[in-house]
Structures are given as structure tokens and as C-alpha cells.
């Protein structure tokens, strides 16, 4: 029947008018996929650090962001139609994605209003400059981040075919990635494959224009030639991509062209490692970035929140610890308001084989702690001095010294530990007492007096003179290293926060100490390495957390960010690194006396005492 409506009679029309609402713009399959590759090898960069948990949701976002602005970028949509299609796509598809990272929850509706709960308590503490330990914030920022990127990229893929605007953002992404993630050669090697797949989008694009220009001017070109020209457009980017990934290696055996390219790069891995710590407070603030780093700038605060960064649960010990120092990092170098470390190593570490043995032969107690992290992400061990083994397999920074001893710097585990992870170590606790410190002396090893005894010249001068005043009456090392902290801890006051700051090119240390005369822990123990290495005492910046509060209903420490601290540990012959407490908002450091008969014939009997102190023990400011 002619009348009759079939099938194809429907299609035919439908698709004519299709066909017509589409705007007359070439598309081009190749250059496509790699537009979502490039994307997708940025999000995956980020997927394998595994700072946070969860983090495939963000690859699977930037998958629907790219594709969704391929075809926006493909559709007649205006531009600012598109910034409102991809705007409306993200608050629908963001949110119920996110619903990955929770569970727990009887619908989804209670899930989401949960996720809304968490997320503008994470806002409010980051905009009043507090840290969030909350990793699903971070989570969130990361996959809007990606929706942006990958809508815009794809968006400028099939609309202008501009190469800039589609290899730059997610590049930019995957370095950032890459400067905050521990090394790992092989993730390295992610950088290589994206370089790789951007010149080969550079070669197809920059085809696609020229394939224009030759249907304008009727030149001929046959598939075999667009076959061949794609070939050596993939081999000269394989060429280029390795060349530049092994020539630093292959330089390396040549020595005067080894010294060249370090002298090529040196300015520019500086460069970057200053633009990062330019964003940086004297403590880790970027996801997956260890709360204390390889270089310390003393800084104008110290942390002030109660939010929980661990929990440690002591095993049994036969001897008690005058306190805890969950020990992170030492430092050995200060310059210019900064500590660093010069000439580690590093050493990789084995649980099932390996164990360290303590320094100096002193009679210690070995003991098992247990950490439960609340950080977003750490690779930096805490642990009590001295560590001699960890349950996770891991890197060492470290000396070495003679006789196969090494001079521990700082531990770290092969894989980041996140929140809610827990790990095992043992230490071997030293608890040696006035008199044995006392009797200590001054023989120091070689390798302590070269490496602990550096101060910049222009400050070891004032250093000195005020050090020698404090310590005139006093013989021996403990002696002196008292006298000093029981200085600081009276002399300055305490504040943490500097609203003021030194005058230009003024050294902050020296500011604080000579004239604005308040700080905070990172200040008491600077001064106080310094001033005790200008008498020819060796000590060294140690950094991490102090003890924290003890909770006798979990049995456990809770150690708080707040609790974050800077302390001096000065070396003593025969017995190792010992801590001192010169911080004012810190409780005295009493040890035990030793012998009192020895201690009332010593001459030193009365070192680092005033007023009605014990002999031997600090005095609070």
C-alpha cells in the first residue's frame, strides 16, 4: 500500500536532518584516540601513586570528559554553550561517581548528603588555612580538575585542531604528578610514552593541514604515501623520545661530558625544586607530599591543629624513656634560613634480612612500636631513636662509616602508606643518665666532627661570643649543651606565630635570637645546634613530632599535628645522639642523675642548674 508508513520511510528523513544540523567541520579518528590517550596517561599517572584511595575514579572522569568534549567540540554548540554542557555533565556525573569512595550507607541519597557533609567541612578548614586530612577532598579536587582538563582538550581537539591547547594541559598535569611522587624510574618512563604520543599527534595534525592545502591545489597523494608518511612520523618520534630518555644515562660514562649535563640540568632541577618549595610552610602540605621534606625552611608558623597525624602503641619495655621523639628527619647543613642534608646515600632496605645496628656500643633496650597513620599519604617513617628495623620494605638516607656502620638520615617504605595503614618497627632505647653523659667527653669519631660541625661564617662569629659567655663556667660537653638550653628556653619566648619578619637580608635565625627574641621550635633548636658546633660541639637538626598525648583507654599516643617539633641531638663519644629540649612550650627534659655520690664529688655537679633545680636538669623558661 502506497499509504502505508515503513521503516526506512522513518530513517531516511531522520537521518537527512541529522546529517544537517551538524556543522560542516572534518574529523579525523587518529588524532581522536590520541587526544583521549594523552588525557588518559595523565589521570593514570595519577591513578598509580595511589596517594588517596580510590583515585580510578578521577581516569574514569577524565575518559568522560574528553569524549564528551570531542563531540561538543564536533557539535554546533557555541563555546559558551559547550562551557554550560560540560558544566551541567560534571555536577550530574562527578558526584555519583564519587560514590565509589564511600560505603557503608542504606541509600545513596544518605551516601551523597554524607559526601556534601564532608566535603564543605574539608572547604572551610582549607580556606581557613588548616590542613585537611580528609582524603576525599582531595579526591574531589583532583577529578574536577580532570573534568576540566579533558572536556577542554577534547573540546579543542575537534573544534580548532590546536596542538598547544590539547598537549599542554594534561602535560602540565602529569609533571606536577611527576615532581610530587617519590622517584621510580619506571613511572618515569610514563613521561617518555606521552612525549612520544604528542609528537606523533604534532605529525598527524600538522598532515591533516597539509592535506588541505593539496586538495586546494590539486596535488595528488595516494594511500600508500599516507601509510609511509605515518610511519616515519612514528619512527622519528621513537628516535627523538629515546634519544632524549638515554642520553643523560649514556653521558654519564663519558666524565667531562657527565659534568656538562649536570651542569645543563643542575639550574633547572633547582628551578623547579624552589617553585615547589616557594609553595611549601616548613612542613609537607601537597597530597602525597611527606610532612617534612629534604629541606627545611625555618618559616614563619608552626601548626597549630588538633587533628590527629598517628597513633602509637608501645610494646613492652624494660626501661623507661625520659620521653618520645618520633624521629623523622635529621639535617646537617644551614644556609640562609634553611637546614638540608649533604652527601646521603641511599640504601635499600629489606624486612626479612636486613636490620641496623646502633652507632655506638651503649647499653640500650629494644622495643616495639606499632604507628597507625591518619596522614593522606607518607613514604617518611616515625619512629623513636634508634630505629633498627621496620616492617615494610624501604629505602634508607643515609653515610656510610667506616667500619659498615651508617649515619641514618631517615627511613622510608618502598610504597606510600595511607590513612589507616599501620606499620611495625623496633628501636633499640638508650636512656643514659647525667653522669654517663658527663663522663662522656669530647673524643669524637672523624666523621662527627667533619660533617656536624659546619657553620655559614658570617654568622659563627656573634654565634660564638654569645656561646662562650654562656658557657664559660662549665668544663665538659653536657655541661655546656645545658647551659645553652637552659639559655634559650629563658631568653626566648615562645610564639607560633611570626607576624613580624627579619629585615632584608637579615639571616632569620640571627633576628630571632638577637633581637626580636620569639619563635618557635624550629628556632630553639637552629640556635641551639649552631651555637653549641661554634664551641666545637657536633649536634644536628632533628625534626618529627614529639610524644603527644597519652590515651590510657586505647593505651596508645596520640600524636596531633600540633605536635609537630624541631629538637637538637648532640653527639656524645660511647653513647650516640642524644635529644635536648630548648623549646619553651615543651616540658624540661629530666634524665636520671647516675650516681649521687659521683655526681656531689664531680666539679660538674651543678651544670645546666639554677635556682632550686635539680643537679643536672633544665630549669622551664
Excluded at 556 to 562: D, E, S, Y
Aim: include cysteine; glycine fraction near 8%; proline fraction near 7%.
Amino acid at each position: 500500500m502506497k499509504n502505508r508508513l515503513s521503516l526506512e520511510s522513518i530513517i531516511h528523513p531522520l537521518g537527512i536532518w541529522v546529517r544537517r544540523g551538524l556543522p560542516n567541520r572534518a574529523w579525523d579518528w587518529p588524532a581522536a584516540g590520541m587526544t583521549v590517550a594523552l588525557v588518559l596517561m595523565a589521570s593514570g599517572r595519577l591513578m598509580i601513586t595511589s596517594w588517596v584511595p580510590s583515585l580510578e575514579i578521577v581516569q574514569t572522569l577524565s575518559l568522560y570528559a574528553v569524549i564528551l568534549g570531542l563531540v561538543l567540540g564536533y557539535s554546533a554548540f557555541t563555546p559558551r554553550n559547550a562551557i554550560w554542557a560540560v558544566f551541567e555533565y560534571g555536577i550530574l556525573i562527578i558526584p555519583f561517581l564519587l560514590l565509589r569512595a564511600v560505603d557503608g550507607y542504606e541509600s545513596r541519597y544518605a551516601a551523597l548528603i554524607s559526601i556534601g557533609a564532608r566535603l564543605l567541612n574539608s572547604l572551610k578548614l582549607f580556606l581557613t588555612a588548616e590542613p585537611v586530612y580528609d582524603t576525599l577532598f582531595f579526591l574531589c579536587l583532583t577529578s574536577i580538575g580532570f573534568w576540566i582538563v579533558g572536556a577542554y582538550v577534547g573540546f579543542s581537539s575537534a573544534r580548532h585542531r590546536n596542538y598547544l591547547n590539547i598537549v599542554l594541559p594534561p602535560g602540565l598535569s602529569m609533571l606536577i604528578v611527576q615532581l610530587y611522587d617519590p622517584w621510580i624510574p619506571l613511572r618515569a618512563w610514563g613521561l617518555a610514552f606521552y612525549l612520544f604520543t604528542s609528537l606523533v599527534l604534532m605529525g598527524r595534525l600538522h598532515y591533516l593541514e597539509r592535506q588541505v592545502s593539496w586538495k586546494a591545489k590539486r596535488v595528488f597523494h595516494s594511500p600508500e604515501s599516507e601509510g609511509e608518511l605515518s610511519r616515519s612520523v612514528l619512527a622519528t618520534a621513537a628516535i627523538l623520545v629515546f634519544t632524549a630518555w638515554a642520553l643523560p644515562g649514556a653521558l654519564q660514562s663519558i666524565e667531562p661530558a657527565a659534568q656538562s649535563w649536570r651542569n645543563f640540568t643542575k639550574p633547572i632541577i633547582e628551578r623547579l625544586s624552589d617553585a615547589v618549595s616557594a609553595l611549601d610552610s616548613p612542613y609537607g602540605t601537597a597530597a602525597g607530599e611527606n610532612f617534612y621534606g629534604s629541606m627545611l625552611n625555618l618559616g614563619s608558623n608552626a601548626p597549630v591543629s588538633d587533628a590527629p597525624v598517628f597513633h602509637v602503641e608501645v610494646g613492652e619495655a624494660e626501661a623507661e624513656s625520659p620521653r618520645y621523639y618520633w624521629h623523622g628527619r635529621t639535617y646537617d647543613v644551614y644556609e640562609n634560613g634553611s637546614w638540608t642534608n649533604s652527601n646521603s646515600v641511599h640504601q635499600s632496605f629489606d624486612p626479612g634480612r636486613d636490620e641496623i645496628t646502633p652507632i655506638e656500643p651503649f647499653e640500650r633496650t629494644e622495643t616495639q612500636f606499632q604507628f597507625t597513620y591518619n596522614f593522606p599519604s607518607q613514604r617518611l617513617i616515625y619512629a623513636p631513636s634508634e630505629l633498627i628495623w621496620m616492617d615494610r620494605r624501604g629505602q634508607l638516607s643515609l653515610d656510610p662509616l667506616p667500619g659498615g656502620m651508617q649515619d641514618i638520615h631517615a627511613w622510608f617504605t618502598e610504597r606510600s602508606l595511607t590513612a589507616g595503614e599501620s606499620y611495625q618497627v623496633r628501636a633499640q632505647i638508650a636512656n643514659p643518665t647525667i653522669l654517663d653523659l658527663q663522663d662522656a667527653g669530647s673524643d669524637y669519631p672523624a666523621w662527627v666532627t667533619e660533617k656536624y660541625l659546619q657553620v655559614p661564617q658570617d654568622l659563627a662569629p656573634q654565634l660564638r661570643e654569645l656561646t662562650e659567655q654562656i658557657t664559660a663556667p662549665f668544663g665538659t660537653p653536657y655541661g655546656k649543651t645545658q647551659a645553652v638550653t637552659s639559655y634559650l628556653r629563658k631568653e626566648i619566648t615562645y610564639e607560633e606565630n611570626l607576624t613580624e619578619g627579619p629585615p632584608p637580608n637579615a639571616d632569620p635565625l640571627m633576628w630571632v635570637l638577637f633581637e626580636h627574641k620569639k619563635g618557635f621550635c624550629m628556632y630553639y633548636a637552629t640556635a641551639e645546634v649552631l651555637m653549641l658546633r661554634t664551641i666545637g660541639i657536633p649536634a644536628r637538626m632533628a625534626v618529627g613530632f614529639a610524644q603527644g598525648e597519652y590515651d590510657p583507654e586505647t593505651d596508645q599516643f596520640v600524636v596531633a599535628r600540633r605536635n609537630s617539633h624541631a629538637w637538637p641531638e648532640v653527639y656524645f663519644p660511647g653513647v650516640g645522639w642524644v635529644e635536648f629540649e630548648p623549646t619553651a612550650n615543651q616540658d624540661p627534659l629530666r634524665r636520671q642523675r647516675g650516681n649521687i655520690e659521683a655526681l656531689r664529688e664531680s666539679s660538674e655537679g651543678l651544670e645546666g642548674t639554677a635556682d632550686s633545680a635539680s643537679p643536672g636538669e633544665e630549669t622551664p623558661g
